[in-house]
C-alpha cells in the first residue's frame, strides 16, 4: 500500500469546507451557481453516513504511541488523527473495517507530519500564532452554517482543526521555501487537450462545454503545480523519514 497520507489531513480540511457550501471560484457566474447547485445536491445525496470511532480503537491521551527524532505523539493527537483517516477513507469508499490499516495510516501520517515540521523548523520556516489565528477565522467565515457543528460532525475540536491549519501553513511555506517548481506551457496544454478528450469520450447526457483555454490556464496551471509539489514533498519526507529514529508504541 502506498503511504502517499503526508496530505491527508490538509484534504480534510478543504474536504469539510467544500461540503459545507465554501463559495466556488470565480468565473462565469451563472453557470457556476448551477454547476454548484447541481454538485452540492449531489454531494447530499452521496453523503456517506457519519463514521463512529470506537473507544476500542483509540488509545489514552497521554500515552506515547509513536517517537520521531526523539519527539513523542501521545495518544491525544493520535486519535484525532486516526478519526480524520478513517473518515477519509469512509469518503473515497474504502473499507473501514480494517482498523490495523487505519491504524498504519494514522501513524504513517503522523510520523510524516513531523518529520515535515521538524525538517522545517530545521530551515528556520515558522508560523507564528496570528497566522494561524488569520488563517482559522478566514476558513470559519467561509463556511455556510454552524461551524462548531461541522467540526464536531468532521470529528474535530477547534484545537485539533487549527493544528492542521499550522501544518497546513507549514507545507505552503515549505514548499514555497524549498521548491522550484514550473510549470511549462506544453504541459498546461496537454491537460486542456486530455479534459477535452475526456468530453469527446463523455456519454452525451454527461457532455459539457468545456471552455477555452485561456479561461481555463491559470486554474490548470495551479492544479499542476500543485501536483507536483505534493510528489516532491512527498519524495523529501521519504528520503527525511530513511535517516529518523522512528520508535512505535502501539
Known amino acids: 500500500m502506498k503511504k502517499a497520507v503526508l496530505f491527508i489531513m490538509t484534504l480534510a480540511l478543504l474536504t469539510i469546507l467544500a461540503a459545507c457550501g465554501e463559495d466556488?471560484?470565480?468565473?462565469?457566474?451563472?453557470?457556476?451557481?448551477?454547476?454548484?447547485?447541481?454538485?452540492?445536491?449531489?454531494?447530499?445525496?452521496q453523503q456517506p453516513p457519519k463514521v463512529e470511532v470506537t473507544d476500542k480503537e483509540k488509545v489514552k491521551e497521554d500515552k506515547v504511541v509513536v517517537s520521531?527524532?526523539?519527539?513523542?505523539?501521545?495518544?491525544?493527537?493520535?486519535?484525532?488523527?486516526?478519526?480524520?483517516?478513517?473518515?477519509?477513507?469512509?469518503?473515497?469508499?474504502?473499507?473501514?473495517?480494517?482498523?490495523?490499516?487505519?491504524?498504519?495510516?494514522?501513524?504513517?501520517?503522523?510520523?510524516?507530519?513531523?518529520?515535515?515540521?521538524?525538517?522545517?523548523?530545521?530551515?528556520?520556516?515558522?508560523?507564528?500564532?496570528?497566522?494561524?489565528?488569520?488563517?482559522?477565522?478566514?476558513?470559519?467565515?467561509?463556511?455556510?452554517?454552524?461551524?462548531?457543528?461541522?467540526?464536531?460532525?468532521?470529528?474535530?475540536?477547534?484545537?485539533?482543526?487549527?493544528?492542521q491549519v499550522e501544518l497546513r501553513l507549514i507545507v505552503e511555506k515549505y514548499a514555497n521555501e524549498t521548491l522550484d517548481i514550473k510549470v511549462t506551457d506544453k504541459e498546461v496544454q496537454d491537460y486542456y487537450d486530455?479534459?477535452?478528450?475526456?468530453q469527446e469520450k463523455a456519454p452525451e447526457e454527461q457532455k459539457q462545454e468545456v471552455p477555452k483555454l485561456k479561461e481555463l490556464e491559470d486554474q490548470i496551471r495551479q492544479q499542476l503545480k500543485v501536483q507536483e509539489e505534493q510528489k516532491l514533498l512527498q519524495k523529501r519526507v521519504n528520503e527525511l523519514k530513511d535517516k529518523a529514529e522512528i520508535k512505535t508504541m502501539i
Not at 470565480?26 to 454538485?39: C, F, I, L, R, S
Not at 486530455?194 to 475526456?198: A, G, P, T
Open 24 to 45: 466556488a471560484a470565480k468565473g462565469d457566474d451563472k453557470n457556476n451557481e448551477k454547476q454548484q447547485d447541481q454538485q452540492e445536491q449531489q454531494q447530499q445525496q
Open 68 to 163: 520521531v527524532n526523539g519527539t513523542d505523539i501521545t495518544g491525544k493527537k493520535y486519535n484525532s488523527v486516526y478519526a480524520q483517516t478513517k473518515m477519509m477513507m469512509s469518503q473515497y469508499g474504502q473499507d473501514v473495517s480494517d482498523t490495523k490499516k487505519i491504524k498504519d495510516m494514522t501513524i504513517s501520517a503522523l510520523v510524516e507530519q513531523e518529520i515535515l515540521k521538524q525538517d522545517a523548523k530545521d530551515k528556520g520556516i515558522k508560523v507564528t500564532e496570528e497566522e494561524v489565528q488569520s488563517a482559522f477565522e478566514k476558513d470559519k467565515s467561509s463556511t455556510k452554517g454552524d461551524f462548531n457543528k461541522v467540526l464536531e460532525q468532521n470529528h474535530f475540536t477547534e484545537e485539533s482543526y487549527k493544528e
Open 194 to 198: 486530455k479534459i477535452l478528450e475526456q
